[in-house]
């Protein structure tokens, strides 16, 4: 498999050498689709709360007595049938949204998504990202240059400078290979990887 590798200008200068079993799979929809809801729902955090009918602040009395009245018997208001009653199977703090997905079909799913960005055209290579500065315009005229306005940078090392002129730049982010994820490979709409990052990949998903 070959990918482009972008000069300064954005255009492709020359190919580059990457190898098939990541950058040159087929694409697996299913997989791909079951490693991002598997890393969206590992990042949720269980903290909401709902209360049950024993927490729900409410008087024990009797609404009305048993017989007699014509309407439906009563105990108390905290009845999950009543507005403001308790829930009966509520939400609790602790709940666990994880979902487990083997590291053999994590590393395929990310393959995948890589080999299709590849066949978009969403994947480049360059031969690294690097400012003098800790200064966002500079960062950010240098992907202007490039015509690239949604871009994912993932640098086999990223300094200071470049993570500190980065944050700031609302449609760019710059990670480490190890940091790579799929649902940011799916979302930019540019795929920038440095040579030394290629290497990485390659020992991380092949």
Do not use: C
Request: glycine share 6%.
């Amino acid at each position: 498999m070959q990918l482009e590798l972008l000069n300064e200008q954005g255009q492709a200068a020359s190919k580059v050498d990457a190898p098939d079993t990541v950058f040159g799979r087929d694409y697996n929809e299913a997989l791909v689709h079951q490693v991002v809801v598997a890393y969206q729902a590992n990042a949720r955090q269980g903290t909401r709360a709902q209360k049950d009918r024993q927490a729900v602040k409410h008087s024990t009395k009797k609404p009305w007595r048993q017989k007699g009245t014509g309407r439906a018997r009563a105990g108390m208001t905290s009845s999950p049938l009543w507005r403001g009653g308790g829930r009966i199977f509520p939400n609790s703090p602790d709940e666990n949204f994880s979902h487990k997905v083997n590291k053999k079909m994590y590393r395929a799913g990310m393959a995948a998504i890589f080999s299709q960005l590849a066949r978009d055209g969403r994947l480049a290579v360059v031969d690294s990202i690097k400012v003098d500065s800790p200064k966002t315009k500079q960062l950010a005229a240098k992907f202007k240059a490039m015509g690239l306005d949604s871009v994912l940078v993932i640098a086999d090392e990223v300094d200071e400078n470049l993570f500190l002129a980065s944050r700031n730049l609302a449609n760019v982010l710059v990670i480490e290979p190890r940091y790579a994820d799929p649902l940011s490979l799916v979302f930019y709409k540019k795929v920038l990887v440095t040579k030394g990052a290629l290497d990485k990949l390659k020992e991380m998903l092949a």
